[in-house]
């Protein structure tokens, strides 16, 4: 090997460790994001309301879906700002719409900064409206579920159990992995 091509390779390979760890320390400051004074940034009904054995996620009317319910949950932990996340909340929707008693559907947004505008904008961009939404104000979703990257697809099970987990499922795969919970193939 030449040197110059040792030195593209060696400048390849530290580009790479440097935009992996810049998505790394990203995706940890957006799931970690608090704020002294959260009420202000989380819309009204919308706040943070973990506990270890699931967590309620208020809907636009003022109920709320508690995760879980008795029934399977899927959720998606996401950030408006995620290139990857406006497709998989699309699958989460197209899902949804086919058979929305199948399950409960949450997107939980990981950015406490955002606002319910800012979430109403995303879902209705990606013809995802339906979904009920929560602000994880406090990264405690993040924490009890162990998220670590932005576009995480969880199933969860009547008991919370963690049936599935993905990064950008298809529709597809949420929906077969949602009928081996349901037991509906």
């Known amino acids: 090997m030449s040197p110059r091509a040792a030195t593209t390779r060696s400048r390849r390979t530290s580009l790479s460790v440097i935009v992996a760890v810049a998505w790394v320390t990203l995706t940890l400051a957006l799931a970690g994001c608090s704020l002294a004074n959260d009420q202000q940034l989380a ?3 919308h706040t943070d309301t973990s506990t270890s054995s699931g967590f309620a996620a208020p809907t636009e009317s003022g109920e709320a879906i508690t995760v879980p319910a008795g029934r399977p949950s899927v959720v998606l932990f996401f950030s408006v700002e995620c290139g990857g996340c ?3 909340a699309t699958a989460l929707a197209q899902v ?5 008693g199948a399950a409960d559907f949450v997107v939980v947004d990981v950015a406490a900064y955002e606002t319910a505008k800012d979430i109403k904008e995303f879902l ?14 406090q990264g405690q979703l993040v924490a009890d579920y162990q998220v670590t990257q932005l576009s995480t697809v969880l199933i969860l099970d009547s008991d919370n159990t963690v049936a599935f ?3 950008e499922p298809s529709t597809d795969q949420i929906r077969a992995e949602l009928a081996k919970v349901t037991n509906n193939p």
């Open 96 to 100: 949804q719409a086919a058979d929305p």
């Open 43 to 45: 819309p009204t009904g």
């Open 86 to 88: 406006g497709p998989t």
């Open 165 to 167: 987990r993905a990064i």
């Open 124 to 137: 209705a961009a990606n013809s995802a409206h339906d979904l009920t939404y929560t602000i994880d104000t």
